[in-house]
């Protein structure tokens, strides 16, 4: 293929592209295949000649459709939402098309200084303090990650990069057992093992840290010549929504000179609304958080924002100068890839600003709040639903339930349940469990999701449950 017959196909892309997500109510939510289907359907050898784009594209419809589960669909109420609003896709689409490579300020200026730009909108949209300074990571897991270490970094006085773990003190860091499973992964790369990612007991009905739990762990810590380096909170935790209490365990941490890390990666874009910020009140007390833009707010993975009070502990901990890294002649320059760890990086940001200004901060809160108060619409309809048991109460638009008919084990009716209406393909639920409960978790989140298509999640579980 060449660039002459580029403007034809990306024709032909963009009206396959129209369609498809035009269509999208019309097809199962989630893949009908069997385990190997699609790789039994891709030939076992590459070709040698050229194929032309009319038998590419043919078989994109024939094998790799069939086989792809729809995070764009509007009734995707599993995981969290995965989402691709039109303005963000043609964003990437340009991104794509010039392809830099954004590692440092000088291999594209622009791309630079949007994202420094583009980050302090997100800042001001979330209500946070002038004091938090952004940047663009691939994911939760990578903020994260960065964290940790310069966890590890501050509380072994920035020797860890340079002496090695060998010899050094026992470094304990604090989260409950809601977090995300990425937090165990980066206590396994940063070095620290999983032995010192203490669990502090939860409490209450977003099942937070206890904040007295948090400082008697840390005590005995200290008693037994352990050093305590941070703490990760959660607001909005991936099973049931748990949120912490920000402002407390903040206290507590930094009582001890601990780093408090907050993983808002689903909950956050919700700060956009005013009224929903109580659920992270004392946020601007922490020293770094994340949100994913790429879940909630539209722009399609991978986009991550990572905010953090000072950037040059952050820099301290990832840096690495080598003289053809160096930006001769330019003073004051920010390279975002001393702030992450991957060294190259894309234009992430300029599908924020396609999508920041598209759709206003006001449509994305318009987007949120309809999310939110539907959701919990769904959740009062199955309340009063005979044999349903609401689990855990509405977070945002995330809430668990169980079918719990009289005499029935409950566990085992429950997946059957989800098992039954995944199969029937009209909605996509995913599962999780409660203090050993087995519980169905929902949430609303699609970019394009209306309150029809929340509602007939209720039409639709209850529906298969009285074939139980």
Known sequence: ?????????????????????????DRPVRAPLTPGATLAALPESPPDAPETMDAIMADLDRIVMPGITHWQHPRFFAYFPANAAPASVLA?????????????????????????RVLDWLRQGLGLAPGFHGVIQDSASSATLAAVLTMRERALEWAGNTKGLAGQPRLRIYASSEVHSSID???????????????????????????????????????NGHRPAGVIACTGGTGTGASDDIASVCAVAHAHDLYVHVDAAWAGAAMLVPEYRSLWAGIDTADSLVLNPHKWLGAQFDCSAHFVKRPEDLTRTLAIQPEYLKTHGADGIINYSEWSVPLGRRFRALKLWFLIRAYGLDGLRTMLRNHVDWSQALCERLRAAPGFEIVTEPVLSLFTFRYAPEGADANAVTQELLTRINDDGRIYLTQTKVDGTYVIRFQAGQFDCTEDDVMMAHDVITEIAATL
């Open 92 to 116: 990437e689409y340009i991104t794509a098309t010039i392809a830099p490579q954004c590692m440092l300020w000088q291999t594209s200026p622009s791309a630079t200084e949007m994202e420094t």
């Open 1 to 25: 293929m060449k660039w002459s017959d580029f403007a034809q196909w990306g024709r032909k892309v963009a009206d396959w592209a129209q369609d498809y997500h035009l269509t999208l109510r």
């Open 185 to 223: 992964r980066a206590i396994w790369v940063a070095g620290i093992g999983d032995e010192n990612l203490v669990r502090v007991p939860t409490q209450g009905p977003l099942r937070a840290m206890d904040p007295q739990a948090l400082q008697q762990a840390i005590e005995r810590d200290l008693a």
